[in-house]
């Protein structure tokens, strides 16, 4: 019995174009052995590509010893990664809460706020964050998201939250008061669009949290971990959070999440406060450390750094002789390129058509994300193909090419070079 995704899945996604079997480095195999150059990560999830070896080897060795104690025990993977995660911070006082996700990330970073801010003041309760953000989809994390369509559907979602522009640094300093236990922000807004904020903005965001006795907490869920080139996104930048929130590159595809605060944010949380079944689990810890050892020893923050200049470079040379593109946005590896029209997701179906995954991050914009380990070859394949995604979405001739090669997704393109060999 053949089950299609409607008979038993709720509709919360679209139709799935492509499924996929297998995947080794920057390349996916779909289910009919067409292979896919990946520049999305799963949502800049996948770092250091699929099927990385040493993350591989952790999961198995780990999963072969201990799988789960939940947290009324310890173990020695959970210790390790928070031991390095402090460390790459540079906060010799740093403290860890792992949980699952992004969003549980966010949920109990909202949690450990109040409880700084409520232990000084019973009002302190409120928190700032901007237009464009996004912290996830569980409802404190929701209420946190500045995008109003996304509220709609579940209001009410209380008033604890303030959103001001994005770029508005008097909006934001008129917003914190001393009723503000929290400011958010995304050092790149990702899901917003890949929007970086200007120092100006982030210095102001520092400065109010200073004078009101409030925590700077940093989204870096979808920044972290070396995705701007440095371990973490703040670290690009003039300003020092007091918590960060991690979560998808940490484990390589494995589903983790944790917050890191300092200082007196470290001390916020007592027993009992805030906890987790799975969260921390050794397994995923396991591939976390795998992760962070890799990027250290393969000098990958470097790495990263290069390959977003051949990529950035790329795209200008696309802006050159395209009008359709207008440039680029971003830091490091994760990047947007600008389109003079609202033709994102037809330019994302077009690259996929091509075998090239990326995704429409705002109607005029596409978001490319690739592992951090991606090569210069594959950076060159990648631009080709979404010149080639470009010709088809302007070309009359070209589009009717892209149609039937969309109704065959083994049939390849004249303008797509072929895929080179994979070496696992």
Not at 63 to 73: C, M, R
Not at 98 to 119: D, M, Q, V
Not at 159 to 177: F, G, I, K, N
Request: proline content about 6%.
């Amino acid at each position: 019995m053949t089950l299609t995704e409607d008979e038993v899945l709720l509709p919360t996604y679209g139709p799935r174009p492509v499924a996929f079997t297998s995947g080794t480095g920057s390349w996916l195999t779909a289910d009919d052995g067409t292979t896919y150059l990946d520049f999305l990560c799963g949502l800049a999830v996948t770092s250091l590509g699929h099927a990385h070896p040493a993350v591989t080897q952790a999961v198995a060795e780990q999963a072969a010893a201990l799988t789960h104690v939940s947290n009324l025990f310890g173990t020695t993977p959970a210790l390790t990664l928070a031991d390095t995660l402090r460390q790459r911070l540079g906060w010799e006082d740093g403290r860890t809460f792992f949980c699952n996700s992004g969003a549980e990330a966010n949920e109990a970073a909202i949690k450990l706020a109040r409880r700084h801010g409520k232990h000084s003041d019973p009002n302190k309760v409120g928190v700032v964050a901007l237009s464009g953000g996004f912290h996830g989809r569980l409802m404190g994390a929701l209420k946190l998201t500045g995008n109003p369509d996304k509220h709609a559907p579940f209001e009410p979602l209380g008033t604890w939250v303030r959103h001001v522009p994005r770029d508005d640094v008097e909006a934001l300093r008129e917003a914190v008061d001393d009723t503000t236990c929290a400011v958010w922000v995304e050092v790149v807004q990702g899901e917003g669009g890949v929007r970086p904020l200007s120092e100006e903005m982030l210095a102001a965001a520092r400065e109010a949290c200073d004078a009101h006795d409030a925590l700077l907490v940093a989204d870096e869920v979808q920044t972290g971990i070396g995705r701007l080139g440095e371990w973490f996104g703040w670290q690009t930048t003039d300003i020092e959070p007091d918590v960060v929130c991690l979560a998808k590159g940490l484990a390589n595809g494995l589903p983790i999440g944790a917050i890191v605060a300092r200082g007196q944010a470290a001390k916020a949380f007592q027993p009992g406060d805030h906890a987790t079944t799975f969260g921390g689990g050794p397994v995923v810890c396991a591939a976390a450390n795998a992760v962070m050892t890799t990027i250290e020893r393969d000098d990958l923050l470097a790495h990263a750094r290069a390959m977003s200049a051949r990529l950035t470079a790329g795209i200008e040379a696309l802006a050159a002789t395209n009008h359709l593109v207008t440039g680029w946005r971003g830091r490091g590896l994760l990047i947007a390129l600008t389109l003079s029209a609202d033709i994102g997701p037809a330019v994302a179906q077009a690259a996929l058509r091509h075998r090239l995954i990326v995704n429409a991050v705002a109607p005029d914009a596409i978001r490319l994300a690739p592992p951090l380990n991606v090569s210069p070859e594959e950076v060159d394949v990648a631009l080709a193909r979404l010149g080639a995604a470009l010709e088809d979405t302007t070309s009359p001739l070209a589009q009717q090419s892209a149609s039937v090669l969309g109704s065959s997704p083994t049939s390849s393109s004249p303008s797509s070079p072929p895929a080179p060999e994979i070496s696992p």
